[in-house]
């Protein structure tokens, strides 16, 4: 199976402190992505790392991947009570042409005021 | 900035009725997708459409699953005779490709309740 999984499934931070969240998968990928949901509602696109990218920045945002051990960890620096969301890594295969997303089961990330 | 959407947002439907999702890509995106997420499961992937047909389908995917295109912005996913393990949240999602390259946006999702 493809599928990212993501590590911890539930993290508990005050805001102002930087949050971690780690994705592991088991096959050669062409990108990994991350996205957000708020309880209930979609899912939004934070940021797309191909495979031959280390690392990526946006805004707040800051993901690395590692091809050789199959990983991938999203940094979000000072967290806002507003990121109180579930993030999830999402991974398609390599060589695909057809973008099937394998999505792992997520982190809870709550931010507490 | 263009965002995928779709209607409605909550469906409820008795065991049995066909329902019919829909949803508008993004305007100049080629490559269409279903995904649904039963409560407190995974997202998984059900279907992907381009150039108007099917690319790849799951297993979840059964002869119940139907997807068209029936004009040039509308993109919909019949279930013929839902079930009520049919309940879950079902997203569309567009990408200007599917290459693995780029990002696949997704709509905020229907909630699809089966009684």
């Known amino acids: 199976s493809q599928q990212g999984e993501e590590d911890p499934q539930a993290l508990s931070i005050q805001e102002g402190e930087n949050a971690t969240m780690n994705c592991s998968y088991k096959t050669s990928i062409n990108n990994l992505q991350w996205y957000r949901q708020n309880s209930g509602r979609g899912l939004v696109h934070l940021i797309l790392i191909r495979s031959n990218e280390r690392e990526k920045h946006s805004g707040r945002l800051r993901v690395t991947l590692d091809t050789s051990k199959k990983s991938s960890s999203l940094l979000i620096t000072a967290s806002r009570a507003a990121d109180t969301a579930s993030y999830f890594c999402?991974?398609?295969?390599?060589?695909?042409?057809?973008?099937?997303?394998?999505f792992g089961r997520g982190t809870q990330l709550t931010v507490w005021p | 900035e263009p965002e995928v959407t779709q209607t409605p947002s909550h469906q409820v439907t008795q065991m049995g009725q066909e329902v019919i999702l829909r949803c508008v890509p993004i305007s100049n995106h080629l490559y269409f997708y279903w995904y649904r997420q039963i409560l407190g499961q995974k997202v998984e992937f059900l279907v992907s459409?381009?150039?108007?047909?099917?690319?790849?389908k799951s297993e979840i995917f059964d002869d119940q699953f139907s997807v068209e295109r029936p004009d040039g912005s509308n993109f919909t996913l019949k279930i013929r005779s839902t079930k009520l393990e049919d309940s879950a949240m079902y997203f569309c999602a567009s990408s200007p490709s599917g290459s693995g390259y780029n990002e696949q946006f997704f709509g905020p999702g229907t909630r699809l309740t089966v009684l």
């Open positions: 459409f381009y150039n108007n047909e099917i690319s790849e």
């Open positions: 999402a991974t398609d295969a390599r060589g695909s042409t057809l973008g099937r997303l394998y």
